[in-house]
């Protein structure tokens, strides 16, 4: 009982979110469009602030993979103005907080970490919302982004065992 009453407790605080297949579909856009605002925002400062060139580069691919995904969200869920979806999820806006303390080698690998966990839960969403039936137009936006998606989650792994290999040489 009181495991129930601390998970409903963190769903209403948003520290949880449901799985897309309980979600509905504007719960999932808006939920969608506040993921890409905290990639949009993890990206831009990584972008500026990470020691690797190529994760500098990654970073401005995230970036504009997340601007192109929310724009196309916005323009098939005109109702998600009904919803607060300008800010960064919570969760996107507390890592970010953390990583801004950190610097060099240490933010790289904090950014690359937070990055494909939080990509590893996407694509799960996604997936799920993909093959769901409940707005015809946001599960085929889900499924146009679904390969995009993946390839962001194996780049973030690769370039990750490319900076630990150079880092132990």
Request: charged share 25%; aromatic share 4%.
């Amino acid at each position: 009982m009181n495991r129930l009453l601390a998970v409903i407790a963190a769903l209403a605080a948003g520290a949880v979110s449901l799985p897309a297949a309980a979600q509905s579909a504007n719960d999932f856009a808006r939920d969608a469009i506040r993921g890409d605002n905290s990639e949009i925002i993890a990206g831009n400062y990584a972008a500026r602030h990470a020691s690797s060139a190529e994760l500098r580069q990654f970073a401005q691919t995230l970036v504009k993979d997340a601007t192109a995904a929310r724009a196309q969200m916005l323009k098939a869920a005109p109702s998600i103005k009904e919803f607060p979806a300008e800010g960064p999820k919570a969760s996107g806006q507390t890592e970010q907080d953390k990583l801004a303390k950190l610097s060099g080698r240490a933010y790289d690998e904090a950014y690359l970490d937070y990055t494909i966990k939080d990509h590893q839960h996407v694509v799960a969403d996604f997936e799920h919302m993909a093959q769901s039936r409940k707005q015809e137009q946001i599960n085929q936006i889900a499924a146009e982004q679904l390969p995009t998606l993946r390839q962001q989650l194996k780049t973030a792994q690769d370039l990750k065992a490319r900076l630990a290999s150079q880092a132990s040489h």
